[in-house]
């Protein structure tokens, strides 16, 4: 089984708005990570936020916030007030305890509309 | 720098030949990992080491893969009679071992083209 699920191959969002990129995972461990990174047409892997599994509040960087619903194993990314420089893909990405893998999703192509 | 270094940032060869891709990870950062990621796909796990060993090796594809970090510091994958179907970006990353909140610090990669 896939342990993350992006269900988006590509997204669009009008300039200022805000985007949620979907993320759901599989893990049967109670103590995990949850991450979101960006990487953008250059190549280069851009780590957004982390979200533990014992965070009882969603996190926030910036103008990213992870919608965590524990019971229902979504980790979604939320962009508010979205930039052209945001279009990029963004990966979902989870590990199960420290210094383990990062298992990754297959990513979203998020473009952003002048 | 203070990044994760990656060594060709390009690299072309024939098939069949042998390659060796070069990481130099963050200084002090005792895990590091190779990913391999195909053109509109997520990267996918080859191998990760904790210090000097390689503690999981489950997704090395098969066996004319292999990684070494002798020194637990800079790492080389090893590619041998390399294929069409190998090329890709081959990425590094490396993280502190400790704090499940740590993020893994990726290089900005090998692309490898065999042809």
């Known amino acids: 089984a896939q342990k993350i699920t992006q269900t988006q191959p590509g997204m669009f969002v009008q300039e200022k708005e805000a985007v949620t990129l979907d993320c759901t995972y599989d893990?049967?461990?109670?103590?995990?990570?949850l991450f979101w990174y960006k990487q953008p047409s250059s190549g280069e892997m851009i780590f957004l936020i982390y979200?533990?599994?014992?965070?009882?509040q969603n996190a926030t960087e910036g103008r990213y916030s992870l919608n965590f619903q524990k019971a229902r194993k979504s980790a979604n990314l939320v962009i508010s007030a979205s930039q052209l420089g945001d279009s990029a893909m963004y990966f979902c990405?989870?590990?199960?305890?420290?210094?383990?893998?990062?298992?990754f999703g297959t990513g979203t192509s998020l473009t952003v509309i002048p | 720098g203070a990044g994760v270094s990656q060594t060709p940032s390009n690299k072309v060869t024939e098939k069949g030949k042998y390659v060796e891709l070069r990481c130099d990870p963050i200084?002090?950062?005792?895990?590091l990992y190779w990913y391999r990621q195909s053109l509109g796909q997520g990267p996918e796990f080859l191998i990760y080491?904790?210090?000097?060993?390689?503690?999981?090796d489950s997704g090395l594809p098969n066996d004319r893969f292999f990684a070494v970090r002798p020194e637990g510091s800079v790492s080389t994958l090893k590619i041998q009679r390399t294929e069409r179907g190998d090329s890709a970006v081959y990425l590094c990353?490396?993280?502190?071992?400790?704090?499940?909140?740590?993020?893994?610090?990726f290089g900005q990669g090998t692309r490898l083209t065999v042809v």
């Open positions: 990353a490396s993280s502190p071992l400790v704090g499940m909140n740590t993020e893994a610090f």
């Open positions: 893990t049967s461990d109670q103590s995990y990570g």
């Open positions: 979200q533990g599994s014992y965070d009882e």
């Open positions: 990405a989870m590990r199960e305890r420290p210094g383990n893998q990062f298992y």
């Open positions: 200084s002090g950062h005792t895990a």
């Open positions: 080491f904790q210090g000097t060993g390689a503690a999981d």
